[in-house]
C-alpha cells in the first residue's frame, strides 16, 4: 500500500472556468438547480479522486507537457488536473481546467 498523501490546489483559471459555467447555467439557461448541482458535483468528484489521484490513466496529448494531465468527469464536463512531486511521500494534485466535453481540449489546455 502506498504512503503518498495529496495535498490539493486549484489555479485560479479552474475558478474562472468554474465560474464561467455555472453562470451560463444560471443566467442564460436560467437553471439554478442544475448550477448548483453541478459546483456540488464537481467538488465532490474533485475530493473523491484526491486519495488516488495517480490510479487513472493520463491524458495523451498532442504538447509535451512537465506533468502529464488526469481526467474526472462529471456530467458534460471534464476537470483536469496534473500531479506534482514534492517530496518522497507527499505529491500536490493541481487541478487546473474545467471544460465542456465540446470545447478544443488542444487549445485550451
Known amino acids: 500500500m502506498s504512503n503518498i498523501k495529496y495535498s490539493l ?3 485560479p483559471m479552474f475558478y474562472d472556468d468554474l465560474e464561467e459555467c455555472v453562470m451560463y447555467l444560471a443566467k442564460v439557461l436560467q437553471n439554478q438547480t442544475a448550477a448548483n448541482e453541478l459546483t456540488d458535483s464537481v ?3 474533485i ?6 489521484a495517480e490510479s ?4 495523451h496529448s498532442m504538447k509535451e507537457r512537465k506533468y502529464p ?3 474526472i468527469y462529471v456530467k458534460n464536463y471534464i476537470i483536469y488536473y496534473v ?6 511521500d ?5 487541478v ?4 465542456h466535453n465540446l470545447q478544443d481540449r488542444e487549445k485550451n489546455l
Not at 487546473?96 to 471544460?99: A, D, T, Y
Open 9 to 11: 490546489r486549484y489555479l
Open 43 to 45: 467538488e465532490a468528484a
Open 47 to 52: 475530493l473523491e479522486r484526491l486519495p488516488y
Open 56 to 59: 487513472f490513466e493520463p491524458y
Open 69 to 71: 494531465y488526469y481526467r
Open 83 to 88: 500531479v506534482i512531486p514534492e517530496d518522497k
Open 90 to 94: 507527499r505529491k500536490i494534485m493541481e
Open 96 to 99: 487546473r481546467r474545467i471544460l
